[in-house]
């Protein structure tokens, strides 16, 4: 799917929240919400039958299982066995897979999850072919790419839409810790409905970084990023987007990197040549971006696809505009269902769009609840567990996954993922040591882990092999 050049959604003035609650109510009922969240639920249905994998039997079943947990592959691979977390010790030596290990830790925290093995894509294609150059390319690898058929996997965002291989799950970058998260986004709440539509300020606003690329279609992100700085030069009266104070804000060399499709405008070739302390601000807390009708969206830095704080603007009360993008997360579906009344614009006519709304706030209510409802719907914390769980569900009844690693036959297989490699268990918590019988808390996201072994004669195929050790592993870090 590729997303109109800027969709427009209006969060909520300041009402309290029971009369928010009932005009949410009112303005979509049940049946509608039912509708978006079936749409969001077809999407991963269609994505699991993408893979041509028959599975026929138990034999097979188990087979799949056990390709999951080859050698070459243990980087990849999550298992869950009773709600326990199982991992090789390589995965949790990488940054974005234990940010994943964490939102999936938590939400084992918070609902039951079934026995599950999948592999998780942190590179977000699904199809292991890193930084497509075109949308066709990217598209070609679940059934029509020369060769075996890859295996099915977990993934947060496709860059070049819902074509491509993987299973969309919730961003760890954003959810990694979903109790963290209920926190944050009723703070969000809160700031929205604590300034009044009549008190923020009317320009486009947008705070991040621009990390230069030498690869064409690698820079679409920053190319979108620095044309951003460019309307702020040309109408400081409507938009106010800036680089942050402290972070990178390098723009691609055009004579040294041309890209055809990524032309620079005047007021971008001069702001190359400026110093970026010209063009960049100080970053301000999240809550405080709702001191702004309008939040400007752009695609990330590394490759132009998703933009990890989209996630949270649409709980702040103000006008989400999404720059052009191919890419797609999860929650998309309902997007492009209506359901949030999205409007076309281009960036030219960003600010005469959102004066438009502002004339006509009985549009701009019927907006805002809609846009409220994408996140009620889909990212507060109980929607993202509910979602991941039902991906799972999905993912096994696909792959009759029950019928390797549920019951009798659950200790054989995971005998067979340890004979191919170690595996740890691991927990987050805030504790410095663990007890046999503690539970671990999940107020700071320290990563412990312990080794286990294989114990046919356990329901759950293993038992610990040693005492839990913290990791050095915090957000941000990828270990040696």
Known sequence: MRLPLLLVAVASAATPNWELEAELNAEVPAEKRDALKHAVRAEVKRSLTRYPHVIAGAADA????????????RE???VVVDGRVLVSPAFAKIDKNNRHLQFVWSVTQMATLPNVAYLLDRFAFGDRHPYPSSSA?????CVAAPGPAPDPEFVIAKYHGHGMCGVLIPNMYVFNEVGKWAKEAEKLKQAAVAKPWKDRSSRVFWRGQILAQDKCHRDGGNHARWSALALAREQPDAFACACLDGKPCAARDAARFPCDGLPYTATMAALVAEDRAKHSKAALPMADFANYKFLLNLPGTISGSYSRHLNVLWALGAVVLLWDSPHVEWYYPALKDGATHVVVVDAAS???????LLADPNR????????????DLFLCPD???????????????????????????LPAV?????????????????????????????????????????????????VADGAWTRSPWRPGVTLP
Do not use: M, W
Request: hydrophobic residues 45%.
């Open 350 to 356: 960003a600010a005469e769009t959102a004066a438009a």
């Open 137 to 141: 390319n990217a598209s070609s690898g």
């Open 414 to 462: 995971v005998g067979d993922l340890l004979r191919e490699g170690p595996l740890v268990e691991v927990q987050f918590g805030a504790s410095e040591t663990r007890g046999a019988d503690a539970k671990p808390t999940s107020s700071i996201p320290h990563l412990f882990s312990r080794p286990v072994r294989a114990a046919p004669g356990d329901a759950a195929g293993f």
């Open 76 to 78: 990849d691979l999550v």
């Open 364 to 375: 701009a209510r019927g907006l805002a609840l809609r846009a409220r409802v994408v996140h």
């Open 62 to 73: 188990k087979a799949f299982v056990r390709r999951l947990g080859r050698a070459e592959r």
């Open 383 to 409: 929607c993202l567990a509910s979602h991941f769980k039902f991906v799972v569900d999905a993912y096994r009844k696909r792959f009759r996954l029950e019928k390797a690693l549920d019951g009798a036959a």
